[in-house]
């Protein structure tokens, strides 16, 4: 039996081992940390500017680039897979891939993936050689070959169409426009600023695009069907992509369209508003989780419905953003077609006014020696007519050549100073005038089509005003597009008059419509951005919130009076220009 001491070392002995183990043993049983998933983003390799295999076997392109600022500021990893475009389709339905970043929406589509929010608008046109007949829509295809990505969202509708035309399916776009340059097509169909990249790339110089937008579709990231968990991470990337700029950086430098906006006051206190506020909550409940679990929920739950309301609010936001953008690809591209076609108009009509004077001194000339054959012969035939008949004829029928080669004269340089995108300051000195007959003769064949009463009445010696050009312009094109959809029909009339105010110093301008008027409680919320009454005709409720931005900045006012049922009055006031300014 051991002693007493001995006892004592034994379980001091035993009090060491518990103290080295224990420690030990936590070590071991404690569980490794989780390694962040890898997300495989799949994409085309041969769809460039959007996405594309570069020369040195990397991914690249706009979606590319956008995925990468995606997975920085969500803290996710990704992996890049880059192929042929079915294959990748594919690939995602089967699981190979978590997500394709770059997928034209459809309904037939959005029935076997889910689409975040749209980062892009792609449209599609067609292309043909340059020695091929002219063609204005789809339906003239019929019953020509037109070579077209296979699987692609153009493909898609066209069968769902039931195209009438010969369809011949290419792995690539710059296959359909290498069959095209080739002749083995008739014409292409692709997106247009890819097409308009791989022209330029391939130096396939005798092609053109022909219909500059035949179809406008919606370009998304796509994930397999239920994946809500993965689209709304993406989804609120993009949404932070965008409040940051960083997302408008990135469009430009690959499309090119427009410079990224300016963040203003009322964009950073949105922002603030959606994050920092949220944020602080959610530490505030954290720090009071110790003192009171009720409390805890409370705060929880209420900063939770908060937060999703600020997201269902910025998801629309982004959508009505995207029909913004939209519209200034469609002005882009209106001014690429403007310059693009100026010069072949100009120089038929230059001939047209160059000639016709000549024609006219010889016809001056020519009626002497014909008059003087009349008087001792009588009358004869000239140009299948009674001389008698044409000697009026003729004069009269040179004066109307030589105006219409004017009026299209008028008309392309109207449309030229529309389409530029000139400097948005206004420093200019405006006649109102002038811009109220431009932005007439702009909208001339809308107007004919809505009214048989149209007048205007210009006031004599209008004073001047300091302005922008363009943008006075842009609001009178769509005050009098609103005045000609309000009509029922055309024998509503529409009058547009200036005028001037010397007590108040301001010129004015008055467009009354005898359209189907405008309720008392919509009348007020006519410059409210995104209030629109005509949302299924397509309208998004910016135009009169942007004419009302653009009068404001000029000093100006914009006031709307209506009867409904029976007419609409628009009234819009512009300081005029000071003496020491004129000077």
């Not at 039931?162 to 692709?190: H, M």
């Not at 994946?227 to 469009?251: D, H």
């Not at 014909?370 to 299948?384: M, P, V």
């Amino acid at each position: 039996m051991p002693s007493r001491a001995e006892a004592q070392v034994w379980r001091l002995l035993l009090f060491f081992s518990l103290c080295f183990c224990w420690p030990m043993t936590a070590a071991a049983v404690q569980p490794p940390t989780p390694k962040t998933p890898v997300i495989i983003v799949g994409g085309d390799r041969d769809y460039p500017p959007y996405e594309y295999i570069d020369k040195n076997g990397q991914p690249s392109g706009y979606n590319v680039e956008l995925t990468k600022a995606i997975a920085e500021v969500m803290g996710i990893k990704v992996e890049f897979r880059l192929g042929g475009w079915s294959e990748m389709r594919e690939a995602l339905q089967s699981g190979k891939i978590d997500v394709l970043q770059g997928m034209s929406y459809s309904e037939e589509r959005a029935g076997q993936v889910d689409f975040s929010l749209p980062h892009a608008i792609v449209n599609h046109a067609v292309f043909a050689r340059r020695d091929s007949p002219n063609v204005n829509s789809l339906a003239e295809l019929e019953g020509k070959t037109v070579a077209v990505h296979r699987g692609g969202i153009m493909h898609d509708y066209l069968v769902s169409q039931k195209f009438g035309g010969r369809l011949t399916l290419t792995e690539t776009p710059a296959d359909a426009l290498r069959q095209l340059a080739a002749g083995n097509t008739d014409y292409a169909i692709v997106a247009i600023v890819p097409g308009m990249y791989i022209i330029r790339e391939l130096k396939l110089t005798n092609l053109i695009p022909a219909v500059r937008n035949v179809a406008t579709q919606r370009y998304c990231y796509a994930v397999d069907k239920g994946n809500t968990e993965l689209l709304s991470r993406f989804n609120e990337g993009l949404a932070i992509l965008k409040k940051t700029g960083q997302y408008g950086l990135i469009y430009n430098k690959w499309l090119g369209v427009l410079e990224p906006q300016q963040v203003d006051l009322r964009t950073i206190a949105r922002y603030a508003a959606v994050v920092v506020v949220p944020l602080t909550l959610l530490l505030g409940g954290f720090a009071l989780w110790s003192r009171t679990l009720h409390g805890q929920v409370a705060l929880r739950t209420a900063d939770l419905t908060r937060e999703i309301a600020e997201r269902r609010h910025a998801e629309e936001e982004l959508r009505l953003n995207q029909q913004q953008l939209l519209q200034a690809d469609k002005m882009a591209a209106l001014g690429v077609l403007v310059s693009g076609v100026a010069h072949e108009i100009n120089n038929p009509t230059g001939l047209i006014l160059l000639e016709v004077p000549t024609l006219k001194r010889f016809q001056a000339d020519a009626a002497k020696v014909l008059e003087r054959y009349y008087r001792e012969n009588g009358d004869f035939s000239c140009g299948g007519l009674p001389y008698s008949r044409m000697q009026e004829e003729i004069p009269r029928s040179l004066d109307k050549l030589q105006e219409a080669g004017k009026r299209i004269k008028r008309i392309v340089d109207d449309l030229k100073d529309f389409a530029r995108q000139g400097d948005s300051s206004c420093s200019e000195i405006v006649d109102l005038n002038a811009v109220s007959q431009a932005a007439v003769r702009l909208v001339e064949p809308t107007i004919r089509k809505a009214t048989e009463h149209f007048s205007a009445e210009y006031a004599e010696e209008l004073p001047r005003i300091l302005g922008n050009t363009q943008r006075i312009e842009q609001v009178l094109v769509n005050l009098i597009l609103n005045a000609c959809q309000a009509l029922p029909d055309t024998s509503r009339a529409i009058e547009l008059s200036t005028g001037h105010d010397r007590e108040r110093g301001v010129v004015i301008l008055r467009l009354r419509d005898e359209g189907s008027g405008i309720s008392a409680e919509n009348l007020a919320r006519l410059t409210d951005p995104f209030f629109t009454t005509k949302r299924d005709m397509g309208g998004t409720g910016l135009g009169l919130s942007v004419s009302a931005g653009i009068v404001k900045e000029h000093g100006g006012t914009l006031e709307f009076d209506s009867i409904p049922g029976r007419e609409t009055i628009v009234t819009m006031t512009l300081p005029t220009l000071k003496e020491e300014n004129a000077t």
